[in-house]
């Protein structure tokens, strides 16, 4: 025995005076939900119902009949060629949306120096492309860029399917290790050695920054871990000679020596007897004693 047709309002989730506007959202969003190759557990049953409930409601003169008579005997309204046809339509929406398709996206990985990183640098890369060339991006970084960025190139991916958008370029940012410098936030932080005797009457040093090298006071009595200033030699904060920049954080250290010349030693002795504390007597102790002096003086 054949099963009994459901009502089609019901079908399709509307009342019997739903408007045209709202029949049709309706069809589309229950076709979209049970169409065969996204719901084909009930071998399509349920979208044959859907169709065919459209099919009646959507046409004036079969809904008038449908609303007299219900539903007619097999082929008594010719039904079978309307679904038919509007299943052909939702068959092409779905094969079209197959073949159209946003291209992937590519990740890459930039690896820039330190001052690039600071002042900013346009990088030429080269990327793979469709058939095994390779195209040519530039890159543009701007100052200030910080390790571990990703920087998002819109439409710049691989090239989409069927007039779909290309995906997006993602550059993760990589800054090399320097020599000399490393970053505290806006600032840039190294570290210098100084002789004892700089530290003890104070000197005028090069000292090398972003900028190249710049002549700093080193004041009379320096400690050593001390920490010098030189405000406006750090990481720019935007583009343009005008734009914020952080400071140069100096951290100076006292190099003590580790073999003296007779002079030294009776300078660096005569020191220790102004501290009121006489080297102990003989080479070796009053070597080590004096050493251990030094050490003392440049801790206080």
Known sequence: MARRKRDYYLVLGVSRDAGEV??????????RQHHPDVNPDDGGERFREINEAYAALSDKEARARYDRWGHPDEGGIGLSAVVDAAQEIL???FRRRRAKQKGKDIRYTLEVTFEEAAF????????????GPTREITIVVPPGMKDGSVKTLKGEGEPGRGGAAAGDLHVLIR???????????????SEQAISFAQAALGAVIDVQTLDGAVKMRIPEGTQPGRVFRIRGRGIPQAAGKSAPRGDHLLTVQ???PTELTPRQ??????LAR???????????????????????????
């Open 22 to 31: 709202e029949i049709k959202r309706a069809f589309r969003e229950l076709a």
């Open 91 to 93: 068959n092409d929406v």
């Open 265 to 270: 030693r009776e300078l660096i002795e005569e």
């Open 274 to 300: 102004t501290e009121g504390e006489p080297p102990a007597l003989g080479a070796a102790p009053a070597r080590k004693g004096l050493l251990d002096r030094v050490r003392s003086l440049l801790d206080e």
């Open 175 to 189: 800054i090399a290790e320097h020599a000399q410098f490393r970053r505290d936030g806006a600032d840039v932080r």
């Open 120 to 131: 900013g640098a346009d990088k030429v890369v080269r990327l793979p492309a469709d058939a």
């Open 254 to 256: 006292v190099e003590v």
